[in-house]
């Protein structure tokens, strides 16, 4: 899907109608909150007790390790300062919730890793991950090309996380009532929860002194908590969101590679293949340390490692900010993201595909789709 957008876009036949790459980003916000209330709905927060300390350590251990590897080996395979190197690392340290979480869903309605929750493990982390990288994006490139950052910029981090869970444990709660008080066919309650997830997405906007929101926990949380509430209306629409993402996964794939400029790819050598190869090593590391003094076999915690390989939507989103602030590096910071893309995400795919019935087990009690 990538490469066909690739292809498809402006910078190569360009075949895909203007008016489509000017909504592009809205787009692919669509795409990315029809799979991510999917998730909530598809959660149990009973579930998460059991597994809370690796979860919090999966959103943010990983892409810190990803950081620093880029830190250590920036300097050396492309010649960047440790400040630039950790900028360029922290574009790339993200992982990408539309590539994991329509996989993990699978997995958990098959069955698969259902007894250590394991694709509700993968599922939560990965989505605080994104907060953690964009945070410390925005920090480091205020400090690249300021040369100072403020205090509020990192409290602001757990600020977020928290009220992003409590937003959307409230708009939950909401909803059910909402939907208890007031009788609403399915295809109706699909679209106001979606309209209530693009309202927490407008929240981020709105800062006040050290306090933050983060959209995508919260709408997450709005579909766990909704699942809580009333879980045989969020079972069927559960269903309905599955079949969206049937067409919202092409939209958002196609329209990632549309980004994707081939001559951004004319600058890289192989330095910089070499260098997010073994980022992605030192950051199956930190999942492991992660996953220190918990019940997951190896198997399992190499299969969790595995799944924190794609990456796609927030390098696609960030990579190139840099550029359009004339960062002196904005071009290789660009051309690495697109080069990430590339290669993480159909490596990261495929690994799950391939090796989720080798190092997983699977819960017979579950009924298998």
Do not use: C
Not at 252 to 270: C, P, R, Y
């Amino acid at each position: 899907m990538i490469l066909t957008g690739m292809i498809l876009g402006p910078h190569a036949f360009n075949l895909l109608d203007d008016k489509i790459l000017l909504i592009s980003s809205d787009l692919r916000q669509l795409a990315l909150v029809i799979i991510l209330i999917r998730a909530g709905l598809n959660m149990d927060l009973n579930d998460l007790k059991h597994v809370g300390r690796p979860a919090v350590l999966l959103s943010f251990v990983p892409a810190l390790f990803e950081i620093l590897g880029y830190m250590l080996l920036g300097p050396l395979l492309l010649g960047l300062s440790l400040l630039d190197s950790a900028l360029l690392g922290s574009v790339i340290a993200a992982v990408s919730p539309a590539v994991i979480v329509p996989k993990m869903l699978k997995l958990k309605e098959r069955g698969w890793g259902t007894r250590q929750l394991v694709p509700q493990l993968v599922m939560v982390g990965a989505s605080m991950d994104d907060v953690f990288v964009i945070v410390s994006f925005t920090s480091l490139l205020s400090l690249s090309l300021t040369g100072s950052i403020t205090a509020s910029t990192w409290i602001q981090l757990p600020s977020a996380i928290i009220m992003g869970i409590i937003g959307g444990i409230i708009a939950g709660k909401l909803l059910s009532w909402w939907f208890t008080r007031f009788h609403i066919r399915d295809s109706g309650k699909v679209m106001i929860i979606v309209s209530v997830a693009f309202i927490l997405l407008a929240l981020e906007a709105i800062n006040l002194f050290y306090f933050a929101f983060t959209g995508l926990i919260a709408i997450m949380m709005l579909g766990a908590t909704f699942q809580i509430e009333k879980p045989e209306v969020a079972r069927r629409l559960s269903v309905k969101f599955s079949k969206l993402w049937l067409a919202s996964e092409v939209i958002l794939f196609v329209l990632v590679g549309a980004s994707v400029s081939f001559s951004h790819l004319s600058g890289v050598g192989i330095n910089t293949l070499v260098l997010i190869g073994l980022s992605l090593f030192v950051r199956i590391l930190g999942v492991v340390l992660s996953l220190v003094k918990t019940n997951y076999t190896q198997k399992e915690r190499l299969f969790i490692g595995l799944a924190y390989i794609p990456k796609a939507t927030v390098q696609a989103a960030i990579g190139g900010i840099a550029l359009s602030l004339n960062h002196p590096f904005g071009q290789l910071i660009l051309s690495t993201a697109v080069l990430s893309i590339l290669v993480a995400a159909p490596l990261g795919a495929w690994l799950i595909d391939h090796y989720y019935s080798i190092l997983l087990s699977q819960d017979l009690d579950k009924d298998l789709v």
